[in-house]
């Protein structure tokens, strides 16, 4: 297995509701990583988890939760989101990512109504 | 402070022609490169990536890349197009020194014309 899975892929949320990304990879890698990424931008890193703890948090909201249950798993909890929220929201994870670079799931596009 | 630069925001060629996107990347050491494209909608797919050794990099679907350390360049080359290879691409960077965190230019569109 070769692939980062990401779940949903479309999410539609009111600015009320509490929702969570799902992640999942199986190649043992033991960095993953959140990203935000707008239309025509680049991907905007959000939190590195590094053997399960987080090592990163780039000055996110906390309206934004990540939680990282065991080695292959990563949730990004969603609560009082606001319409510029809206984003394609991607999780990725590395063995080494410096060496081997980071595999990319195929996101999910969160739009905050 | 660490970047990468992709200068062209937007690159247009024909279907047949030969291709080349531009990267550099500051911050005096050499960092592990990196090529990603992106389909509309899509996650990230590693094209290619470099660490050491040979400047000339073979990557999937028919890319190459060559580091230029005189140049702080990685740019990427395909000797002939295909339609399918419209996308976003992004360059990226890691460096050994400060947060290791992956640092990406701000892209370049593709748009094959037929």
């Known amino acids: 297995d070769t692939e980062v899975t990401q779940t949903p892929k479309h999410l539609v949320m009111g600015m009320t509701n509490k929702k969570s990304l799902k992640c999942e990879q199986h190649?043992?890698?033991?960095?993953m990583y959140w990203y935000k990424q707008k239309a025509k931008k680049p991907p905007e890193l959000m939190f590195v988890?590094?053997?399960?703890?987080?090592?990163i948090n780039e000055s996110v909201p906390s309206r934004f939760s990540p939680e990282c249950p065991n080695s292959s798993l990563l949730n990004l909890h969603l609560h009082a989101l606001q319409p510029e929220d809206s984003a394609l929201y991607l999780c990725a994870s590395s063995q080494d990512g410096r060496v081997s670079g980071y595999t990319f799931g195929s996101g999910t596009r969160l739009t905050v109504v | 402070a660490q970047s990468v630069t992709q200068p062209d925001i937007h690159i247009t060629v024909s279907e047949g022609a030969s291709l080349e996107l531009r990267c550099n990347y500051s911050y005096g050491a050499t960092p592990y490169l990196f090529w990603y494209v992106q389909s509309p909608g899509q996650g990230l797919q590693l094209l290619l990536k470099?660490?050491?050794?040979?400047?000339l990099v073979q990557g999937i679907k028919g890319f190459e890349a060559e580091f230029k350390r005189s140049q702080s360049s990685f740019n990427l080359r395909k000797p002939s197009v295909h339609w399918s290879d419209a996308a976003e691409y992004f360059c990226?960077?890691?460096?050994?020194?400060?947060?290791?965190?992956?640092?990406f230019g701000q892209g370049t569109r593709l748009t094959i014309n037929p």
């Open positions: 990226a960077a890691v460096w050994l020194q400060g947060a290791q965190k992956l640092v």
């Open positions: 470099y660490f050491s050794g040979d400047t």
């Open positions: 190649m043992g890698h033991r960095a």
């Open positions: 988890y590094s053997y399960e703890k987080l090592s």
